[in-house]
């Protein structure tokens, strides 16, 4: 399974997750009366806009993290029985009944090592002609924060930030169509205050899990120090495809 989040930390300092996905519910095309997926639903802030867009309709809430699914389940209880909630690893085959109109994600994908499994997973549970919206992480995305991990002596690890060209291939492969993938730049200022906490919650989770608190605080605090400022220069990999 991935590894478990810090979901209140999370919930906490996700105000840049939050803004992307805002924008990607904002691109799916719904009536209101559909079965979604959000595959790596989080903390459910997303989620919670996805629910709004579907008064007629219902959400499967998939995330491999427990804690993550623990807080949506707070987060979501307004919803009662229109949302659903699974723990599962998006590189397994998904544990889940009939198949869905839609698929939502945002800031996910990239942290899958078995992308053809993902994307072959994603397409056994989604309907024909149904749409696969999402955003993640693409080529080129925090190098600043990669270049200080690997200056501390460190392997930069598990993430899979993948090009437009890598991506629209393993669509086509697993049976999409009408794919358009591509990249832009969103360089996001973090608050001085959270930047250590951010980064040790959000971008170096995986390298710190392992350290004793007060050796993940500071290794967090000698990557923050080699940045050019408070700012993370995120690349995001944008993803629109219909099931064939």
């Known amino acids: 399974m991935p590894r478990d989040w810090d979901a209140a930390a999370y919930d906490r300092l996700s105000v840049p997750m939050t803004r992307w996905g805002a924008e ?3 691109r799916l095309e719904l009536r209101g009366d559909e079965r979604v997926l959000d595959a790596g639903c989080g903390s459910g802030k997303v989620t919670s806009m996805l629910l709004e867009r579907l008064p007629a309709g219902r959400v499967l809430a998939l995330d491999g993290s427990p804690s993550m699914i623990e807080a949506a389940r707070t987060n979501l209880r307004r919803f009662g029985e229109r949302v659903e909630f699974v723990v599962a690893d998006l590189q397994d085959p998904l544990p889940m009944a ?3 109109d839609a698929i939502l994600s945002t800031a996910t994908f990239h942290w899958i090592p078995d992308q053809d499994a993902l994307y072959r997973n994603l397409a056994a549970v989604l309907r024909r002609g149904g749409r696969l919206v999402a955003q ?3 080529k080129g995305n925090i190098a ?3 270049a200080a991990v ?3 002596g460190h392997d930069f690890g598990e993430k899979h930030f993948v090009t437009p060209e890598e991506t629209r291939e393993r ?3 697993f049976g999409f169509e ?3 993938v591509w990249l832009h730049r969103e360089p996001t200022p973090i608050p001085s205050e959270d930047l250590e906490a951010y980064l040790r919650t959000i971008c170096l989770g995986s390298h710190v899990e392992a350290m004793r608190p007060d050796e993940a605080a500071t290794f967090a605090h ?3 120090i080699r940045l050019p400022g408070p700012r993370i220069d995120y690349v995001r990999l944008n993803i629109e495809a219909s099931r064939a």
Do not use: I, N, P, S
């Open 24 to 26: 990607v519910v904002g």
């Open 98 to 100: 009939g198949t869905v």
């Open 136 to 138: 993640c992480g693409g």
């Open 144 to 146: 600043t924060v990669e």
């Open 150 to 152: 690997r200056d501390l």
């Open 171 to 173: 669509l086509q492969r």
């Open 178 to 180: 009408d794919v358009d």
């Open 222 to 224: 000698e990557v923050a």
